[in-house]
């Protein structure tokens, strides 16, 4: 069985050209800087509407949106006066579920509360 001699050295591994070291037969490969874009974002927006009250739609933004009690508040307040509020941002798969979310827990209450979501900078 062949077993390896501890006190003789390893020999170097053989010597490979470099490629790019110039002469006649070198071979330059390009250097390309690889740029990777951002994933676009989407916002949840959720509307206005004349109907759900104003503590569902506060608890709704604190469950799936993550907002404390005054966060929600205000923001709350905003699609109450302007018509409509960015209640998160987030990729196009999660903000997508979370407009399911909000979609399902309105129609179980009974409310006609609806939010969308759409790309930033839309
Ligand atoms: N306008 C509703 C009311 O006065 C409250 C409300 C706020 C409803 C925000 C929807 O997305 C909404 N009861």
């Known amino acids: 069985m062949a077993t390896n001699n501890p006190f003789k050295p390893t020999p170097p591994p053989p010597q490979v050209p470099d490629r790019d ?55 709350m307040l905003k699609i109450h006066l302007d018509g409509k509020g960015v209640c998160g941002v987030y990729s196009k798969d999660i903000a997508a579920t979370k407009v399911d979310q909000v979609l399902d827990a309105a129609h179980k209450a009974g409310h006609p509360l609806k939010c969308i979501s759409e790309p930033v900078d839309f």
Not at 31 to 50: A, F, G, H, I
């Open 21 to 75: 070291v110039g002469g006649s037969d070198s071979v330059v490969l390009e250097r390309r800087t690889q740029r990777v874009e951002p994933p676009q974002m989407y916002q949840v927006v959720m509307l206005n509407d004349d109907y759900t009250p104003m503590e569902f739609v506060v608890v709704v933004i604190q469950e799936f949106f993550g907002k404390d009690l005054e966060a929600a508040t205000q923001i």
